[in-house]
Every structure is written in C-alpha cells, then in structure tokens.
C-alpha cells in the first residue's frame, strides 16, 4: 500500500479509534527531604550535572506533616521541589533507580540522609515514582510504580485522598503555571 493511501487510512480511523502514538514530554520533578544542608549541597550538585539547570523551585519549607520519617531521619526535615528540563515520561524508571543509588551513597545502615523523590508533570497531571505498591499505583516496570497525586480538571488541580499533604506547595507555585 502506498504511503498517501495509509495516511488516509490512518486519518479516517483517527476519527473513529484511538491510534497509537508517543506522549508528549514531561517536566522533571525532584524533591530532596534532608537534614544537613552539606549532604542537600553535594546532591543538588549531582543532580544538576545529571538533569541539567533548574527551571523552578520551591523555597525550602519544614516537612512537619508527619512522623514517618522521624525515626530514620531524625526531627526537622526540610524539603523543597525541583522542576527541571523536560523528560520522556518512560524515563522516569530509570531516573527513579538513579535517585535510589544516590540515595543509599549517602546513608548508613538503616538510615539515609537524604530522600529523593522524583515524578513529572504534565498539562493535566502530577505523578511521582514509587517502588511501593499500592492499590492506587499503576506498575510502569523494573520495579516502579507511578503514583497519580494530582489532575487537572476545568483549569484547576485536584488531590486525591492520598495526595501528600506537601503536594500543596507544588500546586500553589508552578503547577498552576503549567
């Protein structure tokens, strides 16, 4: 068949079916919780040599909306958001075990001194990658699941029940943006 005739083709089905086709890219999200600021210093600096310049962040805020992490961090977690360049949302497997590897560089038996964690956004929605399953996690491979933790519906970005509470401070600075 021709290539004039398979483009119509393709056309007149379009109309009727889904065809397949490659996403658009996604921003890089990254989000650093740490206590020592030379250890948040030192990884920024890889992560920057890794993804390029920062976009857009976040002001480093006090993660205190919650306790999980006090046992293993200790109290008084900071955190902040980092948007990067765009991403092949596929990526995100392979960016998820390269912030898992910096991860266990910096820690010690039971105990890291920074959390990594890392998603994309899209015009219409916000995930994050995660090696936990849960019900509300969909499995994209090696291991990752990617956790949907906001949409965009009618100009407006809605939480689930299980967004993070720090999720917030995304939506209120860029995401609205976005």
Not at 4 to 25: A, E
Not at 32 to 45: G, P, Q, S
Not at 153 to 160: L, T
């Amino acid at each position: 068949m021709n290539k004039i005739k398979q483009l119509k083709l393709k056309k007149l089905f379009s109309f009727f079916m889904s065809v397949p086709k490659q996403p658009k890219n996604a921003n890089l999200i990254i989000s650093l919780m740490y206590r020592d600021e030379k250890v948040y210093n030192e990884v920024l600096e890889i992560l920057i040599k890794e993804f390029g310049e920062i976009k857009k962040q976040t002001e480093v805020f006090d993660f205190n909306f919650t306790k999980f992490y006090e046992e293993e961090f200790g109290k008084e977690l900071k955190k902040i958001y980092l948007i990067f360049d765009q991403i092949q949302m596929v990526d995100i497997v392979k960016i998820k075990h390269y912030c898992f590897q910096i991860e266990m560089k910096y820690s010690q038996i039971g105990q890291r001194f920074i959390n990594i964690d890392c998603g994309y956004v899209t015009k219409n929605s916000f995930v994050l990658a995660s090696f936990k399953e849960r019900a509300h996690r969909i499995f994209v491979g090696d291991g990752v699941y990617v956790d949907l933790q906001l949409v965009k519906e009618n100009k407006e970005w809605k939480s689930f029940k299980w967004t993070f509470p720090d999720i917030d401070k995304i939506k209120k600075l860029f995401l609205a943006k976005t």
